[in-house]
């Protein structure tokens, strides 16, 4: 061997003296090209139906990629030597669904190209692949394309993730590459819309998440600490949704739990706690301090984006859960307001919602659904006004009454979608109106307050309306 060594280095030699440098630099390059050029071609001439169940088994055993149909396996050379496997169907991760890909393409470690007996790959590439994975299998799933470090593409695919053969949630045109080192990147559309994920894994660091959500103008940052993994994290957030701002602590284990929490926007800022479970079904439990409060630009946000218009919010059965709201603020004559909401299977019982104004003290009690196919508020109302001349006063209805409290009760219901309310009960200072009264205040009611959109019952224009005309 050392023999043969020497007569190929000794002719090479003789070759360079021969030749001019010029020549030699030319002809050398193209002759060894042209070697690895007849190299690399030869695949082309094999036949791929013999060796398929080399490819299959080597897929399960190695990438856990159970392969059940293969339409055509074809070799190509360029952008590098890979194979083809055209709608192929695959199990992989244990998981019962069976998935789709129309190319599976196996880039070809150069040593095998000849000898697939010693059969290996550079890369997989899932080309348009339709997958389904149940969520009990996420874990595996994240644990399994980390484990492939820079060794497995997903391009123009659809992932869903189900659970109990219900979809969860779904991308689609998603691209998910571990090509860069300690580095998880994946992009697509997300509800129609483009996003943009990185995930920054360090050994000796925090590991960093960025999420960017640009057609709604959203980006998260998560700092991971140290320890942290998929079955316990803990950490600090920051993200941004429109104009809002949040920050906040978290921990995840069977629950995820946020604390030292802050969120402003320009209507108000507040503090927020909250825990959220996922299994075996979603719910959360949210608190919420609001520090700072601007009546005006709520004013205007509601009459820009809710009045003149007959949209309401629509809820998923699937929220459920509770939020309780403490507002006190010393700079505002509001001395305290304790809102508490419970969401249950697209019902909202809205409870103890308990006002205490320098004015006014208000005390209500609802519930929205859709029990009667279209979205209904049953209201309980109690409302004490300290000072009846001083309160029309300050809201700009002058009046000559006395100084005297007024005593308000009142129930009944409103049809959010038609702006109709009906007063099963309305008393005035324990003075029960008649029906011919009641027919006043509807009208007035509904011209007023709620003609135009429900969220007319924040406009506090259309209350100094609706007082005038029943004054």
Do not use: C
């Not at 880039?107 to 059969?119: A, E, H, M, T, V």
């Not at 998603?174 to 819309?193: C, R």
């Not at 507040?270 to 301090?289: E, G, Q, R, V, W």
């Amino acid at each position: 061997m050392i023999n043969k060594t020497q007569n190929i280095l000794t002719n090479f030699v003789k070759l360079k003296k021969q030749l001019k440098p010029f020549y030699f630099f030319i002809i050398v390059p193209f002759i060894l090209g042209a070697l690895f050029f007849t190299y690399i071609s030869i695949p082309k001439f094999f036949d791929y139906e013999t060796k398929d169940k080399i490819i299959i088994k080597f897929l399960n055993e190695r990438y856990n990629f159970k392969i059940s149909d293969i339409d055509k396996v074809t070799y190509n050379i360029f952008p590098r030597p890979h194979l083809n496997l055209s709608n192929s169907k695959f199990i992989f991760l244990e998981d019962e669904n069976e998935n789709t890909v129309e190319n599976l393409i196996l880039i070809l470690g150069i040593k095998s190209l000849l000898n697939y007996d010693n059969f290996s790959l550079n890369k997989i590439i899932l080309d348009k692949s339709f997958i389904k994975i149940d969520v009990d299998y996420f874990k595996k799933f994240l644990i399994y394309f980390k484990e492939f470090d820079r060794k497995i593409l997903f391009k123009n695919s659809s992932i869903s993730f189900y659970k109990k053969n219900k979809n969860i949630i779904s991308f689609s045109n998603l691209k998910l590459s571990n090509q860069k080192k300690n580095q998880i990147n994946f992009e697509g559309l997300l509800f129609e819309k483009y996003f943009k994920v990185n995930f920054k894994l360090k050994e000796k660091n925090n590991n960093v998440l960025f999420f960017v959500f640009p057609d709604i103008g959203t980006n998260l940052k998560i700092i991971f600490e140290k320890g942290s993994n998929i079955d316990f994290a803990k950490g600090y957030a920051e993200t941004k949704i429109l104009k809002n701002k949040f920050n906040f602590n978290f921990v995840k284990s069977q629950d995820l739990k946020l604390f030292n929490s802050f969120f402003r926007n320009q209507i108000l800022e507040s503090s927020f706690d909250s825990t959220i479970t996922f299994d075996p079904n979603f719910y959360f439990n949210t608190s919420l301090k609001i520090k700072n409060f601007n009546y005006k630009k709520f004013n205007n946000f509601i009459e820009k984006n809710y009045l003149n218009d007959k949209k309401l919010v629509k809820l998923n059965k699937k929220l459920n859960g509770k939020i309780s709201l403490l507002f006190q603020e010393k700079k505002n004559s509001i001395k305290n307001l304790k809102v508490n909401l419970l969401f249950k299977n697209g019902d909202i019982h809205i409870k103890n919602i308990n006002l205490k104004h320098s004015d006014v003290s208000l005390l209500f009690n609802g519930l929205i659904s859709n029990n009667e196919g279209y979205p209904k508020l049953n209201y309980e109302l109690k409302i004490i006004v300290y000072d009846k001349k001083n309160f029309l006063n300050k809201i700009g209805v002058k009046n000559s009454l006395p100084d005297e409290t007024l005593n308000i009760f009142s129930t009944g219901s409103i049809n959010l979608r038609l702006s109709k309310i009906r007063f099963d009960d309305l008393i005035l200072d324990n003075n029960k109106l008649n029906n011919e009264e009641i027919k006043i205040y509807k009208e007035n009611f509904e011209q007023y307050i709620i003609g135009e959109s429900i969220f007319g019952l924040f406009d506090l224009g259309n209350i100094k309306q609706f007082t005038k005309s029943i004054n």
